[in-house]
């Protein structure tokens, strides 16, 4: 079991701050592909992963990186200073 945690307007799409789910996903972009086939919600959350930024266990990664023995993977927007 892997913790998804989603954060601002990806946790407004889907309509969950976070959620606990089973996968086979090798990679973080196996496991996208696996939500998107789930519903319509997670379609629109995922269309463009440019826009998106992955951490894997508190630690920034990219959608190529290794699932494998992670515990928590959380998805956001890119932050911007201010």
Do not use: C, H, N
């Not at 892997?2 to 496991?31: D, H, M, N, Q």
């Not at 951490?55 to 911007?80: H, K, N, S």
């Amino acid at each position: 079991m892997i913790t998804v945690l989603y954060f601002a307007w990806v946790r407004e799409r889907i309509g969950l701050p976070r959620e606990r789910i089973e996968s086979s996903a090798k990679t973080v972009a196996e496991l996208v592909e696996e939500l998107k086939a789930r519903e319509e919600r997670y379609a629109a959350a995922f269309a463009d992963l440019k826009a998106l930024r992955v951490a894997l266990d508190q630690e920034l990664a990219d959608f190529t990186a290794p699932l494998a023995g992670v515990r928590e993977i959380a998805f956001f927007p890119p932050m911007t200073g201010g």
